[in-house]
């Protein structure tokens, strides 16, 4: 047997500059909140649709509301409901201070707001900073080099060759191939852009852009969110020498992005400057205003190194609460051992400044989802490592239910637009509309999404069976194990207890939480398809009795069960979580 143990003492509680100095429930409440949350990400789009259009809305989302509270949610966070073309479903904005009218309209975004706070539902939205639309007014007036707006994206001559011909001023690549210089007639100038050339980059050296982000971000703090989910921050600066990429070796397409190995357009050093700032203007809100600490999460795929900076760089400047933990969706999958399993969770927390708090994403709307990556039996077992790890979980939407991917989806109704790209022999492997599928909340047409004839995407046809009204009416679903782990989470022992985990096999891993006082929990996982008959006495180490406290569905053992350490017996794919209670 091989016995990796590491104990993890969580000072969560201490947490957060100006929580220590009071001792209070109250002021725990306000600062600490967020430490042992789940945040439920809602892609707006697929929903609820309210007024039969075929694409959800912000009055769906409220009518919605009422479900986060009979689950146990108390958190939210949003992707974004900014006006925008839409050429990438709302990551292109066109007016940050407004919402996109087929969502509603700012008095549709209030009433969420009143409803939410009504029900106890914190919300986040969505920061798209690294770039506007072309369509957004600074654009258009600064490619018209208005006084005032001639700097706010970043703009160059390139070099004109004794041939006469112009060229970029280097050799920067989009993310969606080609260069990342596009050419504006207009200006006679080349405008950076590292994604479609509708979306441009926001200069970040200019203070007047800095400053009329600050006025984006207290606009939506003053609609009383609990703060923000930065988009792609890795992207914002880029090298202010312009210094050519090197080849990376990976690819001869000279045109894909992979080409080049990107060290002066990704994760510069400035990236961290700016989220200190944004994490000053959020504290410094919060001690001016009523209400919890607004707070920030970073999406960035980066190296574990790179990300641990986020949290605070080497000085102690405090960065975001917590950036993704992206490593469920990068670093594991249906292959992986239960060595992969605990080495990945342990770097995490190894890595990890002292006294911050972990978080773990399980999917997003840029991934396949759970039961599609982890195959649909390992759905109740992520979920109960998503609950029962130390810190933040955060769960996308229809994740509770283990909605699949709906890879079949045709050329004609694919809208992804990398996809639409991609050319129609290619579309299916990178499509994301898979994951995006409208949400299936019970088995009337369209899944009770929409009246409509014709849905944004089409619903998953296994809505009939896989839906939550089903899952609420049976005996046993993924949705009630999901909620009754939503519930487990409340156990002082899960949100400040040790984390010892242990590789028990090739095929089977575990861990405890433990806590003074408190029975320890044990979650245990087959992550193969065979039955395992595994022997953890050594782990547990003393004598204790063993009772199941959450079983997944098609699980033998039964909530209550009593266990013998010795012989534990798990199904393919099958989680655990079990009380250890101490023997007298
Ligand atoms: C964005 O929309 C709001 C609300 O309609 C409007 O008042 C504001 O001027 C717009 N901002 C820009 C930069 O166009
Ligand atoms: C000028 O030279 C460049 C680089 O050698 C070449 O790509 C381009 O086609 C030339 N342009 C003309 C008009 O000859
Ligand atoms: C926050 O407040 C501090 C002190 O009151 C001030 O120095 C700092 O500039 C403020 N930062 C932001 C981003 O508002
Ligand atoms: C898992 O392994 C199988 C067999 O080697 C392979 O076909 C499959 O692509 C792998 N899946 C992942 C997600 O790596
Ligand atoms: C967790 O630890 C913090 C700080 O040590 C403490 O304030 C809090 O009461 C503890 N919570 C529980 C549930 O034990
Ligand atoms: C389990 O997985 C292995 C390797 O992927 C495969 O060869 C085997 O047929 C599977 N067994 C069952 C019972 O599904
Ligand atoms: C990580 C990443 O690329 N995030 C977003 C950045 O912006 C582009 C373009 O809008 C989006 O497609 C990405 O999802
Ligand atoms: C939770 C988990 O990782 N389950 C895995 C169990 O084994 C099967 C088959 O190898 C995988 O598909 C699951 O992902």
Redesign the pocket.
Known sequence: MVVVKIAFI?????VGILAHKH?SKEL?AKY?WWQHEVFYQIYPRSFQDSNGDGIGDLQGITSRLQYFKDTGITSVWLSPIYESPMVDFGYDISNYTNIQPEYGTLEDFDALIAKANELGVKVILDFVPNHSSNKHPWFIKSVAREPGYEDFYVWEDGILLENGTRVPPNNWLSVFSGSAWMWNDERQQYYLRQFTYGQPDLNYRNPAVIKAMDDVMLFWLNKGIAGFRIDAIIYIYEDAQLRDEPPSGTTDDPNNEAYLSHIYTRNQPEDYGLLQHWRQLLDNYTANHDGPLRIMMTEGYASVSQLMEYYEDSNGVQGPQFPFNFDFITELNANSTAADFVFYISRWLIYMPHGHVANWVMGNHDNPRVASRFGEKSVDAMNMLLMTLPGIGITYNGEELGMTDYRDISWSDTVDQPACEAGIDNYKTISRDPERTPMQWSSDVNAGFSSADRTWLPVNPNYKELNLRNQQQARRSHYKIYQSLLKLRQ???L??GSFVPEVVNRRVFAFKRE?KN?HTLLTIVNVSNRTELVDIADFIEQPNRLSVLVAGVDSQHRVGDRLKAETIELAPNEGLVIQLNKRK
């Open positions: 969580l000072s969560v509680g201490l001792q725990d600490n156990l002082p022992v949100k400040n806590l408190e």
